[in-house]
């Protein structure tokens, strides 16, 4: 992406910021129209995609991420008729104050700018993240996976033409009777980028983009991070767990555990390491062991799970065909059908792990102690912290967010589920009529500070 593209970009922004509700949504809804007519289409690229990652013997998880049939796109279109539902963001009244008589101040929301977004395989995270940027009058430059190349190149090309003509005539600019919310979206709003060489680009425009937002591992995050001045908030590896306390009822905890890790393996908000009180284990872990299929690795109807397992969890299931963890399986992202499993202690113990292990994005426990629960949830270092639930929750969509552009494990700005409300900033107005800081510096007025709301 050149310096030039950028400018038109950022001067992209600058116009969406000033359109309004109706003018998003029904940009929106032109969108979810084009997937819609055109999903054997883009079925039939994610084929193209999905064979040349088989070809390039790609792991099959990253495979399961590429996947967009014509039922994924119906879901991700129904995705966005709910984001139209959803409050607008932008122009929102945050705080309201008479600073003196006739001189009031307001902060409103506002849209950050112009985002850049660099996401793993899945080619439905970039029409997400388009449309709640859309949404929340950012523009947006996008970089997907390589694997994911003709897929990408369709759904951004679509998104494009479907809100071109979104808002009316794109000559009005030139009339006498112009206004900036009637105007259609500029083109440049949405830009898709393709080679490694263009985020090299990217990473120098502090002074035209306003964020990024790597999505993928703590080295690629880091290095995106030491090379640009511009902010960043990172979503970077999943290494979730779930712990199981001595005061758990065992068949909720197989079956959060179950969906926490089998659900969908190839996503960050799965579970990879499972920590089990001691008085919990002889329990919970043989009757886990069967639902995880762990024993039956020819089954043909549902994959099985491979245990990496501290020595006492070894004992305990000595007749199963299970391994031993090392070092590195504790802070391990398998995206897979892996689980590593430790047996600890105390709830100290449990909480110090995940401190240590983990990468703060999404940690429950499984307990009928509230007072357990309690301590784990304030103490847990956490985006997402949970009490008897799957970490499968762990989800803009689910969150009521209008999906997400990602989990930020960052603490500034946002953190967790990034949707909507992260996507957007503030300022402040201030209304007056000739006031001038002298009067009040001389004596001649003085400050109220009455607060009218927010």
Request: with cysteine.
């Amino acid at each position: 992406m050149t310096g030039i593209d950028a400018i038109k970009t950022r001067d992209a922004a600058i116009w969406l910021a000033a359109a309004d509700t109706d003018v998003k949504n029904g940009a929106l809804r032109r969108i979810a129209k084009a997937l819609l007519d055109n999903k054997s289409k883009i079925s039939e690229a994610n084929k193209t995609d999905e064979e040349n990652a088989k070809n390039a013997g790609l792991p099959e998880p990253i495979i399961k991420r590429l996947m967009m049939d014509e039922h994924k796109v119906e879901s991700v279109a129904d995705g966005i008729y709910s984001l139209i539902e959803l409050d607008d963001p932008v122009g929102k009244q945050l705080l309201a104050t008479e600073l003196a008589d006739g001189l009031i101040l307001k902060k409103i929301s506002c849209p950050i700018g112009v985002i850049g977004v660099i996401f793993e395989s899945r080619p439905d995270a970039l029409v997400q993240i388009a449309c709640l940027c859309l949404k929340s009058g950012n523009a947006v430059i996008l970089k997907g996976g390589s694997e994911a190349a003709g897929t990408n190149r369709l759904l951004a090309a679509l998104i494009k033409e479907a809100t071109c003509g979104a808002c009316g005539n794109p000559g009005a600019a030139a009339q006498n009777n112009y206004n900036p919310l009637s105007v259609s979206l500029p083109p440049e709003w949405i830009n898709q980028l393709e080679t490694r060489a263009e985020i090299s680009d990217i990473l120098k425009m502090d002074d035209l983009v306003d964020l990024l937002i790597p999505r993928g591992s703590n080295e690629f995050v880091k290095y995106i991070m030491d090379n640009t001045r511009i902010p960043v908030i990172g979503h970077s590896d999943g290494i979730c767990h779930c712990y199981v306390d001595k005061s758990a009822d065992p068949d909720m905890a197989v079956k959060i555990v179950t969906d926490a890790k089998t659900q969908y393996v190839a996503v960050c908000n799965a579970t990879e390491t499972l920590l089990v009180h001691r008085d919990a284990a002889q329990a919970v872990l043989p009757a886990l062991c069967d639902a995880l299929n762990c024993s039956a690795k020819t089954d043909n109807d549902k994959p099985y799970v491979r245990f990496k397992c501290c020595a006492k969890t070894m004992k305990i299931l000595a007749n199963r065909p299970v391994e031993a963890a090392t070092e590195y399986d504790w802070g391990a992202e398998y995206l897979d059908y892996i689980l590593a499993i430790k047996i600890v202690d105390s709830l100290d113990e449990a909480i110090n792990h995940i401190n240590r292990y983990g990468s703060r994005h999404t940690d429950a426990i499984i307990t009928n102690d509230a007072a357990a629960a309690e301590k784990f949830m304030l103490l847990v270092d956490s985006a997402n912290v949970y009490h008897n639930c799957s970490t499968r929750f762990s989800d803009g969509f689910r969150y009521g967010f209008g999906a997400e552009v990602g989990v930020s494990t960052s603490k500034i700005h946002a953190r967790g589920p990034v949707g909507l409300e992260g996507m957007v900033t503030y300022k402040y107005l201030l209304s007056g009529g000739g006031d001038i800081v002298a009067d009040f510096e001389e004596g001649r007025r003085k400050f109220t500070h009455r607060d009218f709301g927010g």
